[in-house]
């Protein structure tokens, strides 16, 4: 089992950027897919960014070319940088581990407005 903390989230206003990090321990993360989901009020969760223990990496339509994920297997961590934020990507973001287990952060919210 992976156990997943986020970190960097906050209120930003529309165009600026945001880092968001995850901390994983718990288990041989290296082996793990891991990913960024989100969910905004009244929606359903979902995928923003995934990356395999490769490295080879997949983003919703909605965040490509403006969020990059990243991983440092080293570290346990994996990052999501966000940048042009727009207000539709306000929401609660969740780190995503799945390999032997699934596991879920606990969520931090990002809020995009001027």
């Known amino acids: 089992q992976v156990h997943l903390v986020e970190s960097g989230g906050g209120l930003v206003q529309p165009g600026g950027s945001l880092r968001l990090s995850c901390a994983a321990s718990?288990?041989?993360?290296?082996?793990?897919?891991t990913g960024w989901y989100r969910q905004a009020p009244g929606k359903l969760r979902e995928m923003v960014a995934m990356?395999?223990?490769?490295?080879?990496?997949n983003y919703a339509d909605s965040v490509k070319g403006r969020f990059t994920i990243s991983r440092d297997n080293a570290k346990n961590m994996v990052y999501l940088q966000m940048n042009s934020l727009k207000p539709e990507d306000t929401a609660v973001y969740y780190c995503n581990a799945a390999g032997p287990s699934v596991s879920w952060g606990q969520g931090i919210q990002v809020t995009v407005s001027s």
């Open positions: 718990g288990s041989i993360f290296s082996i793990y897919h």
């Open positions: 990356i395999t223990p490769d490295g080879s990496r």
